[in-house]
């Protein structure tokens, strides 16, 4: 089993910027991708963006607002932790954040075995 726990979360003005963490825990040696995932109110839940474990390669959603160049996904592979650095957010990037890890890095939700309990983002324009 996988623990993921989120933090970084708040609620913060239109064009400042946020960084979430997920710490994973327990069996981390099986992963091999994290991602991030959010779900806006009344909306289902989109892929943000992924990254492996291994050589860090990073892959981002192709959303109307443009996540590629405002947000950033890192990863430190000694404190299994992974990053969602976030900037110049607006309004519709309000939502829960999700952090999910699987064996795969894809935009599918369902590739991803352990997700974390989310950590809401508040954007106020």
């Known amino acids: 089993q996988v623990q993921l726990v989120e933090s970084g979360g708040g609620l913060v003005q239109a064009g400042d910027p946020l960084r979430l963490s997920c710490a994973a825990s327990?069996?981390?040696?099986?992963?091999?991708?994290m991602a991030w995932f959010r779900q806006a109110p009344g909306k289902e839940r989109e892929f943000v963006a992924s990254i492996s474990w291994s050589v860090g390669s990073a892959f981002y959603a192709d959303l109307a607002d443009s996540v590629n160049g405002r947000f950033t996904i890192s990863r430190d592979n000694a404190k299994s932790t992974v990053y969602l650095q976030m900037s110049s957010l607006k309004p519709e990037d309000t939502g829960i954040y999700y952090c999910?890890?699987?064996?795969?890095?894809?935009?599918?939700?369902?590739?991803?075995?352990?997700w974390g309990q989310g950590t809401q983002v508040t954007v106020s324009s």
């Open positions: 999910a890890a699987g064996r795969l890095a894809s935009i599918g939700a369902t590739s991803y075995d352990y």
């Open positions: 327990g069996r981390t040696f099986s992963l091999r991708a």
